[in-house]
């Protein structure tokens, strides 16, 4: 038997069990019955204003329940979601928007891009449009987030599999038929999008929070019973410095999975989360948005190999010196990937893997292997900083701040913190009596989104490039980060 489309899997679901929770989300909620109906009106509307099988459909919409009638509006059609950011400045939008080459962008006021249909945050279709069913489809690829890419400009990562539903991906991810998952991360991002989507799909009801608050993050584990939790190592940080009463307030003994990923997790906040909640429930993936291969390790094989994001399977990681020479267990290199099926994992829009022989992948990251294969990662081969779970490329950065007129040259890297892993830290050649730095960063929020943003930015006088245009820019870290030790020796 064929496995079903998603949009065929969530009517099942909702005639199987129509009042069933499906979503929650800053006290709005949808049933199956209710979600799939709404769905059917929006796609319905979509679909009038030119949405077809095999579109990209741009979702900028903040995590609501909103956002998800949007995404699965667009698999009803055989369209793919593109989920972005619901703050990003309209130039940003515009790059990918030009990129993805939606019908329509829903999150987008009226007007904003000519010769596209535009729908704003709040929009809900007329109500006297049909929600019941609609052709069977299924698209091509069912999600297409987001990167900031190496050079400054946007990608798609367009996913390889189609929108059919696969049981064993998602019952791998610990969700159950009846079960919640809490989701405090942006649906925007890659991770969010995948667990909640697979819970729906699974059956698991989501308790969607508008942001992540520490200490609502637990009631929500509380009030629905939640069996999985997401969550980053920032969050994981931020829910921890809570007062002990208030953590140990929640009862949180419903959850069997707490994941987290998108950013390394320092040994000791690994240790308390272990020591917290047991080792048992504890779970760590590595993977790209790419999806070639990932790493997945628990609490108690952590304890067994300290620092370890897992063992990949054999045959798709590979640990090479400068030279492309594939390195033995405990030597220092970049990381490759190589998928073991047959068919592509992804396809990129506006960008190119980096590649070598034998179907070789890499992401820029660096690590070793140790004695039983578990993979151990170091810093980035390249220089993409990870702060509080996102990712950010300094030559995007350094594109906006070189475009204000008072700039001559800059750097951007990340410095590190205690918060959020690392923070954007940019070094300006300009004059100081030329530039502010309260008017830099206006004019840079007309160009990023918040989380790029420099939080710290320090004006010099020295060039920072030589004539050909390079920049020693490992060595401007090093020599930051030793003031700042220098500064804080107790740190």
């Known amino acids: 038997m064929a496995a079903p489309s998603f949009p065929r899997r969530l009517a099942d679901l909702a005639e199987a069990d129509p009042d069933a929770l499906a979503i929650t989300c800053a006290g709005a909620s949808l049933t199956r019955g209710e979600l799939v109906a709404a769905a059917n009106r929006f796609a319905r509307e979509l679909a009038d204003l030119g949405v077809a099988e095999g579109d990209l459909v741009t979702i900028a919409l903040p995590n609501s329940v909103d956002f998800l009638v949007a995404v699965v509006a667009a698999w009803t059609l055989g369209a793919t979601p593109q989920p972005v950011s619901s703050r990003l400045p309209e130039r940003e939008l515009a790059a990918i928007v030009e990129l993805a080459n939606p019908p329509v962008i829903v999150g987008a006021e009226p007007g904003a891009f000519p010769g596209r249909a535009c729908l704003p945050v709040g929009h809900r279709p007329a109500a006297d449009l049909d929600d019941g069913p609609m052709p069977d489809r299924t698209a091509p690829s069912w999600k297409a987030p987001t990167s900031g890419g190496s050079t400054g400009r946007p990608k798609l990562i367009v996913a390889g599999d189609p929108a059919t539903y696969v049981e064993g991906f998602a019952s791998f991810l610990g969700f159950t038929d009846g079960g919640a998952l809490v989701m405090p991360g942006p649906m925007y991002h890659n991770g969010p999008f995948i667990w909640t989507c697979q819970a729906l799909l699974r059956g698991s009801s989501v308790a969607l929070l508008e942001r992540f608050d520490a200490e609502a993050t637990l009631a929500a584990v509380e009030a629905h019973h939640a069996n999985v939790v997401y969550l980053v190592p920032t969050m994981m940080k931020r829910i921890w410095r809570l007062p002990e009463d208030v953590r140990d307030g929640y009862d949180l003994s419903s959850l069997v999975t707490v994941w987290h990923l998108a950013e390394p997790c320092p040994d000791w906040l690994k240790q308390v989360w272990i020591d917290w909640l047991g080792p048992e429930r504890i779970f760590e993936l590595y993977a790209g948005t790419e999806g070639q291969t990932s790493t997945i390790i628990t609490g108690t094989d952590w304890l067994e190999h300290r620092g370890s994001v897992g063992r990949p399977a054999p045959g798709t990681m590979q640990i090479t010196d400068a030279d492309g020479n594939e390195l033995p267990a405990g030597e220092h290199g970049e990381v490759w990937l190589r998928s073991a099926r047959d068919t592509p994992t992804y396809r990129y829009v506006g960008a190119e893997a980096r590649t070598r022989e034998g179907g070789w992948e890499s ?28 990712n950010v490329y300094p030559a995007e950065v350094e594109a906006a701040i070189a475009e204000h007129p008072a700039v001559r040259s800059c750097v951007v890297f990340g410095l590190p913190d205690d918060d959020k892993g690392n923070v954007v830290h940019a070094v300006v050649e300009a004059d100081e009596a030329e530039l502010d730095v309260e008017e830099l960063l206006a004019f840079l929020r007309e160009r990023l989104v918040a989380y790029k943003l420099p939080r710290t930015v320090e004006v010099v006088h020295e060039a920072l490039r030589d004539d050909a245009g390079k920049v020693r820019r490992g060595e401007l870290r090093s020599a930051r980060i030793a003031a700042l030790s220098a500064a804080s020796p107790g740190a």
Do not use: K, S, V
């Open 363 to 390: 992401l820029g990251d660096r690590g070793w292997l140790d004695e039983d294969g578990y993979l151990h990662l170091g810093d980035r081969a390249g220089d993409m900083i990870l702060t509080g779970g996102a």
